[in-house]
């Protein structure tokens, strides 16, 4: 193993040991606790390729049902730039909308080299407002943890004060205001730090079409599985996640199918970093239920991750469907913004 790769490993296994809210790395993250700014602002995001997902064979390319198609380290000179926790794409992958957990909003569009993620233009950024034009901030309010979007009307999770936010995005894109809306009240029962990381809008022709499906990163039900809510649709209600092998909820998607892709991780001083996907049935989400389904991929640090905390997939031009993440670096200078891809293989 590489010296690069040993260093590596040993930062990463610290800052995953000592997450931020934690108070432990507080000098690493003071310089982020004003990152909300005033915008809407331009910025230049610097991105350097990422040849090979595995550093030690550049001929593995495939993991588990993914192939891996290109990835970037992201870096920015703007103060606010990082801790980002949701990503969402347009139908062809290439313009995306990002929010980071100190509620900043960033949009831009994906640059690509015939396949391959080669950069980020036109990146914008501002910062998440209120009903009332207000900094959410300035209430306290911070971890933008989740977005989902139901056509031009985006929703986004607050998972410290366990609460959903409503925004008119087409009228009014990153300047739009947020309005509350009605939540279950296991939602608000969710505990600190560990709520409300997932949301999912079901969109016409699928199951469930016209439920928002909001999931905890470890809220645990009574048997210690994770809770998760079907807010609105034809059946509203609470469901579980089937946990496992320490793994927490941190972003989810749907595929065109409708079959549901959990993106999750663990942190742990005995097993280190880990990250994996669940595709679970469609069919199978319902009041009640607890959901689970096969890992079509797992890896840890000795491959190209960081805390990936964002999951969304679309449809290439070619018919690949493409997973794309992104790691929330929480601030840290011993941390990265890593944006990867993936093609999703259907045997």
Do not use: C
Request: charged share 20%; net charge negative; glycine share 12%.
């Amino acid at each position: 193993m590489s010296m690069e790769l040993s260093r590596r490993r040993l930062l990463l296994n610290a800052a995953a040991a000592f997450p931020a809210g934690s108070g432990l790395l507080a000098p690493l993250h003071a310089m982020a606790q004003d990152a909300s700014h005033d915008g809407p602002v331009s910025l230049d995001v610097n991105a350097r390729r990422i040849e090979h997902f595995d550093p030690r064979d550049a001929s593995h390319v495939r993991y588990g049902a993914l192939e891996f198609r290109g990835g970037l380290v992201l870096t920015s000179s703007f103060r606010g730039f990082g801790g980002l926790s949701a990503l969402r794409l347009d139908k062809k992958g290439e313009h995306f909308i990002s929010l980071s957990d100190k509620a900043n909003w960033f949009t831009g569009r994906l640059v690509y080299r015939g396949n391959t993620l080669s950069g980020l233009a036109d990146v914008k950024s501002a910062p998440v407002l209120g009903s009332d034009g207000k900094k959410i901030t300035q209430r306290g309010w911070y971890d933008t943890e989740s977005l989902a979007f139901d056509g031009a009307t985006a929703y986004v999770g607050l998972e410290r004060v366990n609460q959903i936010l409503r925004f008119d995005f087409g009228k009014d894109g990153i300047r739009a205001r947020g309005m509350p809306i009605s939540v279950p009240a296991g939602v608000e029962k969710l505990p600190f730090n560990k709520g409300l990381e997932s949301l999912v809008f079901v969109p016409k022709g699928q199951p469930l079409a016209g439920t928002l499906i909001a999931i905890s990163e470890r809220g645990l039900d009574p048997a210690g599985n994770i809770l998760g809510f079907l807010i609105g649709g034809p059946a509203p209600g609470q469901f579980s996640v089937s946990r496992t092998k320490n793994f927490d909820i941190s972003d989810a998607t749907l595929l065109p199918s409708g079959d549901l892709l959990l993106l999750e991780r663990k942190f742990s001083m005995m097993e280190g970093v880990g990250i994996r996907i669940r595709r679970v049935s469609a069919g199978s989400i319902a009041p009640d239920a607890v959901i689970d389904g096969p890992t079509i991929f797992e890896v840890d640090l000795g491959y190209e991750i960081d805390n990936m905390e964002g999951i969304d997939t679309h449809v290439a031009e070619n018919g690949d469907t493409v997973v794309t993440m992104i790691s929330d670096d929480n601030f840290s200078v011993i941390q990265r913004t890593l944006l990867l891809q993936f093609t999703l293989v259907e045997e």
